[in-house]
Each structure stands twice: as structure tokens, then as C-alpha cells.
């Protein structure tokens, strides 16, 4: 399954990044409308919707005027209590990387709040070390993470690149006993192809 990830600058000031991907007769597309204030993310809508055989839809709505996030699953809303930590499924990676980008000590490691259909989930982002990974780009020198969560069973991981404004590169995702993992092949800064050096290698 090829996965696109993108992150644009709206006419309104917002940002929106957008998850999709598709394989046969199934596929997903999400995304995230949020504001960014001095390094802060204001998440403020996300859209989840599966396709083709994958047919649901969830959705978030912050409301920053009364801590509250509207959250849509499974044919109902669900109220639930926003904090300024708090953030969608996707946007909280862009928080963590506008923090690295300010200079967050990453072995300090990340704690952050989830909104997720019903509840809200508590995450510790833990600093792994520093790894080179193989990629279609070539040898890419990253910082890892991985999320520690209520559940044992799930484990998950993602690398990013300090070199390019640390842009994930690569990600997993351990379930039930299932691996998901997705690693970069073709990547773009403010429109320009991003591509490995002699330096960088």
C-alpha cells in the first residue's frame, strides 16, 4: 500500500495535513485542521473515513471556548474535555516535531493526550537513541521514539530526520500480533525533493 502524508498552509491560516491511502478495493483518508501559535498546535477538526470496503467515519471537533471536543463514532457524538496538551491522532506528531525544531531535549522524552473515539489516551513518546535506517532515499541518520500506552499488547514506534526539520521517515506499528510499517520513498520540503548527500551519508 503506498501512504501520502502531506502538511499545507491553507488560505485561512490553518494547516492541514492529510493521511490517505488506498490498495485494492480499500483505503482511508484522514486529516487534520489545526493553528500554530508561537510553536503550539490548536487542533481544531479531524476526519477520519475509511473507503471502499472500509466504510466508517470518525470525527473531532475542538472547542477551545469550552474545553470540549465533539467526537463522532460509530453513528453518535460523544462529548469529551480538552486540555492544551491534547491533540488528534496525526497533529500530535507535529507538535512533537515543532518542539524538537525549538530545541526539546528528545531524552527528555514526550508525554501527550489523544482524543480518540471515546475516550481520551494518555502517551509517553520515549527516546529509543539515535539509528541510520535504509530507505529508496538511502541511509538516512534519524532520532527514534516509541509510545508507551495503557495497552501492553500494542507497541509503536516512528524515526524522524533532524536533518529535515524532523520529518518522520519511517513508522511502525505492533497489534495483536500483526506488524504494520511504512518507511519512506519520495519526500518534499517547502517543494523542493529531498534527496541523501555524500555529507549525509
Given at each position: 500500500?503506498?501512504?501520502?502524508?502531506?502538511?499545507?498552509?491553507?488560505?485561512?491560516?490553518?494547516?492541514l495535513?492529510?493521511?490517505?491511502?488506498k490498495?485494492?478495493?480499500?483505503?482511508?483518508?484522514?486529516?487534520?485542521?489545526?493553528?500554530?501559535?508561537?510553536?503550539?498546535?490548536?487542533?481544531?477538526?479531524?476526519?477520519?473515513?475509511?473507503?471502499?470496503?472500509?466504510?466508517?467515519?470518525?470525527?473531532?471537533?475542538?472547542?477551545?471556548?469550552?474545553?470540549?471536543?465533539?467526537?463522532?463514532?460509530?453513528?453518535?457524538?460523544?462529548?469529551?474535555?480538552?486540555?492544551?496538551?491534547?491533540?488528534d491522532?496525526?497533529?500530535?506528531?507535529?507538535?512533537?516535531?515543532?518542539?524538537?525544531?525549538?530545541?526539546?531535549?528528545?531524552?527528555?522524552?514526550?508525554?501527550?493526550?489523544?482524543?480518540?473515539?471515546?475516550?481520551?489516551?494518555?502517551?509517553?513518546?520515549?527516546?529509543?537513541?539515535?539509528?541510520?535506517?535504509?530507505?529508496?532515499?538511502?541511509?538516512?541518520?534519524?532520532?527514534?521514539?516509541?509510545?508507551?500506552?495503557?495497552?501492553?499488547?500494542?507497541?509503536?514506534?516512528?524515526?524522524?530526520?533532524?536533518?529535515?526539520?524532523?520529518?518522520?521517515?519511517?513508522?511502525?506499528?505492533?497489534?495483536?500480533?500483526?506488524?504494520?510499517?511504512?518507511?519512506?520513498?519520495?519526500?518534499?520540503?517547502?517543494?523542493?525533493?529531498?534527496?541523501?548527500?555524500?555529507?549525509?551519508e
Amino acid at each position: 500500500m503506498d501512504l501520502e502524508r502531506s502538511l499545507k498552509l491553507t488560505e485561512k491560516g490553518d494547516y492541514l495535513l492529510t493521511n490517505q491511502a488506498k490498495i485494492l478495493l480499500a483505503g482511508f483518508i484522514e486529516t487534520s485542521v489545526f493553528e500554530q501559535h508561537d510553536g503550539t498546535i490548536q487542533a481544531k477538526r479531524y476526519v477520519y473515513r475509511g473507503t471502499g470496503l472500509i466504510s466508517q467515519k470518525r470525527e473531532l471537533v475542538f472547542d477551545p471556548e469550552l474545553s470540549s471536543i465533539k467526537s463522532y463514532d460509530k453513528g453518535a457524538w460523544h462529548e469529551l474535555d480538552l486540555t492544551p496538551m491534547t491533540y488528534d491522532r496525526v497533529s500530535q506528531l507535529e507538535q512533537l516535531r515543532l518542539s524538537l525544531i525549538q530545541g526539546a531535549d528528545p531524552k527528555m522524552g514526550f508525554a501527550v493526550e489523544i482524543a480518540d473515539r471515546k475516550k481520551i489516551k494518555h502517551y509517553k513518546l520515549d527516546f529509543v537513541g539515535e539509528e541510520v535506517i535504509e530507505t529508496d532515499l538511502g541511509p538516512i541518520p534519524t532520532i527514534r521514539f516509541q509510545r508507551g500506552a495503557e495497552d501492553d499488547e500494542r507497541e509503536s514506534n516512528i524515526w524522524l530526520a533532524p536533518a529535515w526539520d524532523f520529518l518522520m521517515v519511517k513508522t511502525t506499528h505492533v497489534e495483536d500480533g500483526t506488524l504494520i510499517a511504512a518507511t519512506v520513498s519520495k519526500a518534499y520540503l517547502d517543494g523542493q525533493a529531498l534527496s541523501i548527500t555524500p555529507e549525509e551519508e
